[in-house]
């Protein structure tokens, strides 16, 4: 066979070969860039783009039709596609394209996060009472009508609430709202968020209440220390007396023994929320000529406290009863972290009226308790600071007093109208 021959018979074939196998399609890259400030992932159809998986770049064949789907995240928003004419059949989050080229599309997302919120103050009050708020940084005045303001977000703004009416009448009953709920000072700090709720400034008029115990198991006395024995009787270590005619602060000189005091008041008319202005106790000294020892005369420091449990129960004493030791007040163990203490020093005179330092900071952690209601009750503790001492101070209980020679608490208040 000749050459030419040859060579026209190979490129028959080369021809058909060709013909039956078909030309390779050719590909193109598809690239998506994310921009903005925000956050989102792109995805296509058919699958090759993930940008949520790293896959931005992806190659399809030329003429493949491709749907480009935006997803925001977060607080952000989709802001569009570019770089590319989106097709008839797009939407605000989708983009058709048909490749012809490499193509590169961007997609835009913008961050919606605020960078400014605004903080409301709100003033309630009742009875006469006035108040007016101002804000640092500047910005709130409730006195010039500007009640709210706005804060770059995280901004810490402190509140200040000034009583502009009578002070003797009126009085400034804390915060509700926000940051400040519960906080019975002047001042509240609140740090600026997006969901931040109005806070609410309180004044109210100031009231008193006298509350006095009821019953002879609202207060009972128990020996700390072993007693040893005298002529009268005897009385051991944890044993409480609770319908005893008189109770002894201190130390109780007969039975040779420290004492503490648990006094149960009830009835008590503080509401849930309120600002307790001032709390005392006042107790009239027990008359010296109906028993011996009635008092002495040198320093006698009491620490006060409360009993932090829901209706706290009195005491009871059947003399019947042989005398076991109870720890019936020491044994109660849940204690309010807030005390106070009450210095005593120099005699007391015979029916004299005596009242206690301030101790309000008890009372008032027991109203700030959950499950405190108007009308309650609660305990209070007086333990003996010196148990090695034999300083007393004897005064009336309940047992034999009057109500006017009773155990009483004096309060001060403001409620929230």
Known sequence: MSTYLRILLATVFATVLLAACGTPAATTDLTVTLAGTGTGTVSSEPAGIDTGAGADTAAFDVNTQVTLTATPTGASTFDGF?????EAGSTSSTCLVTLVADTDVTATFTDTTPVDAPLTVNVNVANGAT???TSDPAGIDTGAGDASATFPIGTAVTLTAVLTSDPVATGFAGWTGGDCDGVRTLTCAVTVGAGEPAVTANGNQIETAQ???ASDGDDAAEFLDDSVLTTKDYRPTGYVWAMWPRFDLGYELQHQATMEIGLRFANVPLAPGTLVRSAKLQVVEY????????GTSGALN???RGEAVTDPLGW???PTVPEVPSFGITGRTVRTTASATWAIDGAWVSGSTQVSDEFASVVQELVDRGGWATNAAFVLFLSN???????????WSAATADAADRPTVLLEYVSIP
Do not use: F, Q, Y
């Open 131 to 133: 108040v007016e708020v």
């Open 82 to 86: 570019s770089g590319v004419t989106c």
């Open 316 to 318: 009871t004493d059947d």
């Open 287 to 294: 008359d010296p000529a109906k028993v011996d020892n009635s």
């Open 211 to 213: 509350v006095v115990i």
């Open 385 to 395: 600071d010196d148990p090695d001492g034999v300083e007393m101070r004897r005064v």
């Open 302 to 304: 009491l620490t006060i």
